[in-house]
């Protein structure tokens, strides 16, 4: 993976970033894309590749960095290999989420928002993932999991290298 | 039973591809469209008594005739996908199962607003539902229902998919206009409403993923038959998000003249374990609360307002007798607080400071002038704001108090500060 | 041209006029935070809001346009407790720091508190916390806890300057103003965003714990900084000289003028006054005497003028005049060289790096009078020497009367020998400022003028706008201001000129309106606030 304190897209992102560019009226609709592709990229956004971003844009740095502040998907540090994000509002935390939370904390050793210490899981709580049937759940990388036991978790962590 | 519209295919394990979709009579209401006048979209719409399905409830017809005729400028048909009101999942069963229905809507839309790009912003965290719909809008690309010249007709529509980053503002119209130009998800100030400068300045319409779903079907079968499927003021079906305790949490498509207790005792089974009802949150978590005696009214838009509540998105969750609603009040505080634009005064002073305050209260700490600040902040900041995310704070807030007052005052008596 | 009528009383606005600006007219205020009128709209502090007849809400009245038959009621019991309420919400996470904050006195938390808000806190629990004392630049200095979000700062460097350094950045209650990290707020129209900060968020560096804001006098003035003649305030401590390190002059800040400066000034000319109160003021005459600076009294300088002038031919006189001069000054300067018959006369002084000049507010001139000076003749008669001439004849030894004005010709583009050659060859070298210099050094007589602040009078800009600049201090020392030193000098010469018998600027820029057909019809009263361009 590249250096996420040297950030540069290779020529072909170079080339995605101005194709999401002209799919808006104007190239700054693309710039939560293009922040998703350099997350994907470089792991994380630092501070270097928010400027960098900024100059594909012509864009100030510090207006990349109220988006990049703005929203919780993106991350300015290191983020472990896998991101565990546990659901904790109304449905889930009827269904238990407190005791899921807990119990990852114990698992794992960790608080909440710290990745452990061999950098495989950053462990989150967040806000209505809207899967509130299937409750207690939680997001790990891109997909759902769901109906969640202290057992399931036991499952899933395992899974995660 | 009554008729399914919005969930017909469900059952099919490839309900999502162009060709199922097309095997149920899909892809039949554009070719339809395309033969009539712009207005006459628009008045089979009105006729249909369609309201936004997402949450404010909006005649769909009249918001499509906002769009100034006289203007050259272009189009834009922006999609809000961003589903985020807590208790509510029904779009991302719709992106998922049935894509295919909202791009057709899409066209439909397009059609009578005169658009030639839509947007459709999924919420980032929903991976998943952003693959399927890509692909589906990938074959409707490939079968020419999408593009330039679409069937022959002339009429030239592009759908770019935008993904979100994490932000429930996102899903308020114009915070997530702000979002789709590049920006935070600020909500705009209006005027100018959107339908004049919307999403880069130009006239734009914002509908919801199953608001959109639901016009093919108006067009094929006519608004008249929508409109008499549901109540006076509400045609049609729409899917009720139900959750919490029920013996089976889900989605349940039925007439929006349903009762909140048809929906929880005879669609999902009742309260497990021969527990009591004690509150359900009717429409989402910015919903007022509703106690066990109140769930005798009609699920539709007015329905809903005249029980002082809202119907907003028919996200049902369903509280019995083990809860706290202490707890459950901090738990909704904790969310508007977090998800608080932060961009004008009210909302991003008292969302804050009325999430300490019940956090404080759970914690043993309350004391017994909390509960008239909460109230009374509450009730200062509602319609002060840009948007309507701090009313919808409002509703818990003002909602769980007042109903719920004998528990909470118990709860701070036994606390440090009796 | 809509009209409308606010809390009862009718007015009629220009198309495009919004609600604030429109009750504005009719006297009343309608407190705001985030409006700016030279900044977009950005409806965020929502303090403005007021009734409309017909409008089920209150509506902000920023973003509001005057229409035709509006009823508008900004008293309402419901808008006074919005008010209220909106104040609660904005000190909510306050951390009052008013007893060491500069702002207090001038701060619109505290002003609209006392008029508007009145309630008993209530916020109990513990407020956010986020960074203080941060420097930004090297003018600005943050503190974020006191920020009340309007968004201001941003939008002017977003709008204004176009250099978008800030930004507001998180969310919710935890949202705060800042830089890109790493970066500074470097733009040369910086220190702007301090006055239109409502509160102590963005304070002055260089005002920093000087002085409190009530101790303060103001007048009306211009900038002296360069051609352009920004108005501005001159805020001066009187009353308590133990503060601001003795100094006079506290700051400056820009006053609104739609043809000059609009609500801006540029940084260098914000922060350009520290001449004036400086060490290097030149407080008294004197008199070279054995390689020292003798202060004399102000007829014993006088008479040195007479004496170095006794017996001098016009052709050997060599007068270098300063577009720092008021046009009194320069006036009167005109009226003594014509009677003395002086022909080199000239006030073009090249600076020896020249000034940056850009697309906004700041002009290469770095002297505010120039065209003063163009307009009352200082210039090469005919047959006289033009600067260099007069540095060539002086260091030949042409010229018996070098009287230089302001400059200083050591910092000039004038290479360092000529200048040399010419003071050293001159026979008496004249030095009349208002602060010492290598070339005040090297002169056998000094006088001191008073600075623009110490005395009334007028700049011409570079679009020939005519504007007033007041006294704010008393001259320092025996200072006088530029046309008394010439006035008594002139008389003590039996010159007849009327204009030499003035004691006060107005009755000079009189005469100069009268003799100057550019300044014809000109009178201070006219030229008011926001000045006068001069005829064609």
């Known amino acids: 993976m590249a250096d996420p304190r040297r950030p540069e897209f290779t020529a072909e992102q170079l080339a995605e970033v101005r194709r999401l560019q002209s799919l808006y009226p104007e190239a700054r609709g693309a710039l939560l894309p293009v922040l998703h592709l350099a997350q994907d990229a470089w792991g994380y956004i630092s501070l270097e590749a928010e400027a960098y971003v900024a100059g594909l844009f012509d864009l100030s740095p510090a207006h990349v960095h109220e988006v990049v502040t703005f929203y919780t998907m993106f991350f300015q540090r290191p983020k472990g290999r896998h991101v565990v994000a546990v659901c904790h509002n109304l449905s889930c935390h009827l269904m238990g989420a407190k005791t899921i939370v807990d119990h990852l904390r114990q698992r794992l050793g960790v608080d909440v928002g710290e990745t452990t210490a061999d950098g495989r899981v950053t462990l989150l709580t967040v806000e209505c993932l809207c899967a509130c049937e299937a409750a207690p759940m939680m997001q790990v990388d891109d997909r759902y999991e769901v109906l969640l036991t202290a057992e399931k978790c036991d499952r899933i962590l395992e899974g995660l290298r | 039973m009554a008729e399914k519209i919005f969930t017909r295919n469900f059952h099919r394990a490839d309900s999502h591809t162009l060709a199922a979709y097309r095997e149920t009579g899909g892809y039949t209401a554009v070719g339809k469209a395309f033969g009539m006048e712009r207005t006459a979209i628009v008045e089979e719409v009105k006729k249909a008594n369609l309201r936004g399905l997402g949450g404010a409830g909006f005649p769909t017809g009249m918001k499509w005739s906002f769009i100034p005729k006289d203007s050259t400028a272009p189009k834009y048909l922006v999609v809000n996908a961003d589903e985020g009101e807590p208790g509510t999942f029904k779009d991302r069963y719709l992106l998922e199962r049935e894509p295919h229905a909202l791009i057709e809507g899409m066209l439909i839309a397009a059609r009578a607003i005169d658009s030639h790009l839509g947007f459709v912003y999924i919420r980032g965290e929903y991976v998943q539902p952003w693959r399927v719909f890509s692909a589906a809008v990938q074959e409707a690309y490939a079968a020419g229902l999408l593009g330039k010249n679409i069937q022959g007709s002339g009429f030239d529509f592009d759908i770019v998919i935008h993904r979100g980053a994490g932000a429930y503002i996102c899903g308020e119209e114009t915070g997530l206009l702000s979002s789709l130009e590049g920006k935070k998800g600020w909500p705009k100030i209006k005027p100018p409403f959107p339908a004049i400068k919307g999403a880069f300045g130009h006239p734009t319409i914002v509908n919801n993923v199953e608001t959109l779903s639901a016009v093919p079907h108006i067009i094929n079968r006519g608004g008249a038959w929508f409109a008499g499927l549901g109540s006076k003021s509400q045609g049609g079906t729409r899917l009720y998000s139900v959750s919490g305790h029920v013996v089976r949490p889900g989605l349940v498509e039925a007439p929006v003249s349903i009762t909140l207790r048809q929906l929880i005792y005879d669609e999902c089974g009742g309260i497990p374990g021969g527990r009591r009802l004690k509150a359900v949150v009717p429409g989402g978590s910015s919903a007022a609360i509703l106690t066990a005696d109140e769930i005798d009214v009609s699920m539709d838009v007015d329905g809903l307002k005249n029980a002082g509540t809202m119907a907003g998105s028919a996200g049902v969750i369903v509280m019995d007798e083990t809860v706290s609603i202490p707890e459950a009040l901090m738990v909704v505080a904790r969310f508007y607080a977090h998800e608080s634009c932060g961009q004008c005064t009210p909302c991003r002073e008292s969302t804050g400071w009325i999430y300490k305050i019940t956090h404080r209260i759970v914690d043993g700490h309350g004391r017994k002038e909390d509960l008239d600040t909460i109230l009374d902040v509450a009730k200062r900041g509602a319609g002060t704001t840009i948007c309507a995310f701090y009313d919808g704070a409002v509703g818990p807030y003002i909602s769980y108090v007042e109903k719920f007052r004998e528990e909470f005052e118990a709860l701070i008596r036994s606390g440090d500060h009796a | ?536």
């Not at chain 3, 929502?46 to 009734?51: A, F, N, P």
């Not at chain 3, 509006?70 to 000190?91: A, G, N």
Request: charged share 25%; aromatic share 8%.
């Open chain 3, 1 to 536: 041209m809509p009209k409308l009528t606010i809390d009862g009383k009718e007015v009629e606005v220009a198309p495009g006029t919004n609600l604030i600006e429109a009750a504005q007219k009719l006297g009343i205020e309608i407190p705001h935070y985030c409006y700016h009128p030279g900044l977009t709209i950005a409806g965020q502090c929502r303090l403005c809001m007021v009734d409309i007849e017909k409008n089920p809400r209150p509506q902000i009245s920023c973003n509001m346009t005057a229409a035709d038959g509006m009823v508008v009621h900004t008293q309402t019991e419901r808008i006074l407790e919005t008010r209220k309420s909106v104040m609660e919400f904005h000190l909510a996470n306050h951390p009052l720091d008013c007893p060491v904050c500069d702002q207090a006195g001038e701060c619109w938390l505290q002003i609209y508190y006392m008029k508007h808000g009145l309630y008993d806190p209530r916020m109990t629990d513990e407020k956010v916390h986020k960074p203080k004392a941060v420097p930004l630049g090297p003018h600005v200095m943050l503190d974020a806890e006191r920020c009340i979000l309007c968004s201001r700062c941003v939008r002017f460097c977003d709008e204004i300057t176009k250099t978008g350094e800030l930004g507001i950045f998180h969310r919710g209650d935890h949202s705060e103003i800042g830089l890109f990290p790493g970066s500074a707020l470097e733009n040369a129209y910086s220190a702007n965003v301090i006055d239109i900060c409502p509160v102590g968020a963005l304070t002055d560096r260089n005002f920093r714990f000087q002085v409190r804001v009530w101790y303060l006098e103001s007048v009306k003035s211009v900038c002296a900084g360069c051609a352009r003649g920004c108005n501005i305030e001159l805020h001066t401590n009187h009353h308590r000289t133990h503060h601001n390190q003795g100094r006079r002059v506290a700051r400056i800040k820009p006053r609104f003028n739609a043809d000059v400066n609009e609500w801006w000034i540029c940084d260098a000319g914000r922060y350009g006054f520290g001449w004036i109160d400086d060490e290097s003021r030149l407080t008294a005459p004197t008199r070279a005497e054995g390689g020292r600076a003798v202060e004399i009294a102000w007829d014993d300088a006088i008479g040195g003028v007479v004496d170095a002038l006794r017996g001098v031919r016009p052709e050997e006189i060599g007068i270098l005049a300063s577009p720092d001069m008021s046009n009194e000054d320069l006036f009167a300067l005109d009226r003594l060289a014509r009677h003395l018959g002086a022909v080199s006369v000239d006030a073009r002084v090249p600076p020896a790096t020249p000034g940056d000049q850009d697309e906004f507010l700041i002009r290469a001139d770095k002297h505010p009078n120039t065209r003063g000076a163009e307009l009352c003749g200082l210039a090469p008669r005919a047959g006289g020497l033009d600067g260099p001439g007069m540095l060539k004849a002086a260091a030949a030894k042409q010229l018996k009367v070098l009287w230089v004005f302001q400059h200083d010709l050591f910092q000039s583009a004038w290479p360092e020998a000529d200048v040399r050659a010419a003071l050293a060859g001159a026979g008496r070298v004249i030095f009349q400022g208002s602060n010492a210099n290598a070339t005040s050094a090297a002169a056998h007589l000094v006088l001191p003028s008073a600075a623009y602040a110490e005395t009334d009078g007028t700049f011409t800009n570079f679009q020939g706008r005519v504007q007033r600049f007041r006294a704010a201090v008393p001259p320092l020392g025996d200072a006088i201001p530029g046309w008394d030193v010439l006035g008594r000098t002139a008389r003590a010469l039996g010159a007849p000129d009327p204009v030499f018998e003035a004691g006060r600027a107005e009755r000079v820029f009189t005469a100069l309106a009268a003799a100057v057909p550019a300044f014809g019809g000109m009178t201070y009263r006219g030229l008011g606030d926001a000045g006068q361009v001069v005829a064609r």
